[in-house]
């Protein structure tokens, strides 16, 4: 357990379907992260939050549109998605968003676009 | 972006042996961080480093953050079978937007 929990672990959805991912964090961090990973790519960082605000979007799709309501949760929304946007979602979070800081990940929800 | 360079991309290895894998960039690198991922999970923090020359230990794993600031290594000593995985290497580099590279890991697999 790394403190970060993540839901669904695996989801399986049509190119017109809205599904949403959800991230929970029970370790008091300030920062939460989006990351996906395909096969044989290095990790993508996507979305950063920090104190709920959203600091960087990495050139993400807007097909892609998270949420940070709070600190401790962090949603990513999905419409419209492509088979190619099929891979392990990550989510991570850490103290705060400077990187000195160790970063802690979820179990990652696998996603398939069909 | 940054790049790191992770190798080997892969080893084949017999239960018991000593494995040892590394990272390097052309960049002078803040944080040295190491992760394990088991297939279907998401990374697991091993080890990290946050001074240049710095060896630290979590059991049976070593790593140490280079002089230059530029590599890192991770060894890992008699290896089980419970070691295989993916290992990959994250850091932050020196005047950059501080955000966590990650290299392309390392994938081993042991024999028992």
């Known amino acids: 357990e790394t403190g970060v929990t993540q839901t669904p672990r695996h989801l399986v959805m049509g190119m017109t379907n809205k599904k949403s991912l959800k991230c929970e964090q029970h370790?008091?961090?300030?920062?939460m992260y989006w990351y996906k990973q395909s096969a044989k790519k290095p990790l993508e960082l996507m979305f950063v939050y920090n104190f709920k605000e959203q600091t960087e979007n990495n050139s993400v799709p807007s097909r892609f549109s998270p949420e940070c309501p709070n600190s401790s949760h962090l949603f990513l929304h999905l419409h419209t998605l492509q088979p190619e946007d099929s891979a392990l979602y990550l989510c991570?979070?850490?103290?705060?968003?400077?990187?000195?800081?160790?970063?802690?990940f979820g179990q990652g929800t696998r996603l398939t676009v069909v | 972006g940054q790049q790191l360079n992770q190798s080997p991309q892969s080893m084949f290895i017999q239960e018991g042996e000593d494995v040892s894998m590394n990272c390097t960039s052309s960049s002078i690198f803040n944080t040295w961080l190491w992760y394990k991922q088991d297939p279907g999970e998401g990374p697991v923090l091993l080890i990290a480093l946050y001074k240049a020359g710095e060896l630290t230990s979590n059991g049976r794993l070593t790593a140490q953050f280079g002089i230059t600031r530029k590599d890192s290594f991770l060894n890992i000593s008699a290896s089980i079978p419970s070691d295989v995985g993916i290992y990959f290497c994250a850091g932050t580099t020196q005047g950059g937007s501080e955000k966590l590279v990650f290299g392309k890991g390392t994938k081993l697999t042991v024999n028992p």
């Open positions: 991570a979070s850490s103290q705060d968003d400077r990187g000195n800081t160790e970063a802690f």
């Open positions: 370790l008091g961090h300030n920062a």
